[in-house]
């Protein structure tokens, strides 16, 4: 991070995934959380571990989920961070946990960012409808349909909610979430 970076010092972020996360879709948020002085925890339906990709094909590095889903609150939180990955995405957004701890974060209006394929629960949890958003370009429809303004550009930033189209837009995505999170 540079030295105008926004700082989030004692702030804390959930990443919520499962097997199939998109790797630096995790890793690059949990770097520049921790960089921002942030402190970023994996938040899982998994008990114990889940396994990242790269590009939906290729296994790739196991990370420890830090609390499991079931028992995560979104009032221990700051901020959320959606990453995508396809297998990933789909597995959270048809699960009512998830649905209920994304909704607790719009509900409380806290900063939310989702990535690539993580827009996917927005749409399940109602949260697209009347926003500017983008992401990977084959969501557009889905989120189109759900009453979205589908953009194509690196980084969205609609009442709250922060949305990228894939993983070359990390860097512009990271800083415009932790923006949103430093401002409180």
Known sequence: MTENSPQITGKTIALLVTDGVELPELTEPIAAIKAAGGTATIVSPNEKSLQAMEGDWKHSDHFDVDVQLSSAAASDYDGLVLPGGTLNADSIRINE???????????????????CHGLWILTEVDQVKGRRVTSFPSLKTDLRNSGAEWVDESAVVSDGLVTSR???????????????????
Do not use: R, W
Request: hydrophobic residues 55%.
């Open 166 to 184: 894939t993983p070359d837009d990390l860097d512009d995505f990271n800083h415009a979430f932790l923006t949103l999170v430093a401002q409180g």
């Open 97 to 115: 946990d998830a649905q209920k701890f994304v909704s607790a974060f719009f509900a409380a209006k806290k900063p939310v960012a989702a990535i």
